[in-house]
């Protein structure tokens, strides 16, 4: 029943930065797991951050360094910080959610989707 909106998508030059939102709507008051997850044409997603309801944060290696995720409960909204960008950062990126920690969930285990934004960066 969750709703994840995601917007925040664009297109910038190498070097540039981005801040990816993520709304969510119809979720269950609890513990949960929000996740970042980026696709490329002819590559499989993969995922970039992720953060949960006890604190947990965690960062994918090819983003490592250069994204900063971030939780603002106030207004049910997942964002992702992007700086440094490359062309290979090219994808559309998705929001995620599960209920449940970070620690427990792999891809497959997240059950909320939203439609993806398209960041594209050119060199």
């Known amino acids: 029943q969750a709703k994840l909106v995601e917007s925040g998508g664009g297109s910038v030059q190498s070097g540039g930065s981005l801040r990816l939102s993520c709304v969510a709507s119809?979720?269950?008051?609890?513990?949960?797991?929000m996740a970042w997850f980026r696709q490329a044409p002819g590559k499989e997603r993969e995922e970039v951050a992720r953060?949960?309801?006890?604190?947990?944060?965690g960062y994918a290696d090819s983003m490592k360094g250069r994204v900063t995720v971030s939780l603002d409960n106030a207004k049910n909204t997942l964002y992702l910080q992007m700086s440094s960008l490359k062309p290979e950062d090219t994808a559309i990126y998705y929001c995620?959610?599960?209920?449940?920690?970070?620690?427990?969930?792999?891809?497959?285990?997240?059950?909320?989707w939203g439609q993806g934004t398209q960041v594209t960066v050119s060199s």
């Open positions: 995620a959610r599960e209920a449940d920690a970070c620690s427990s969930l792999r891809e497959v285990d997240f059950g909320y």
């Open positions: 953060i949960d309801s006890v604190g947990f944060r």
């Open positions: 119809g979720y269950n008051k609890g513990r949960y797991c």
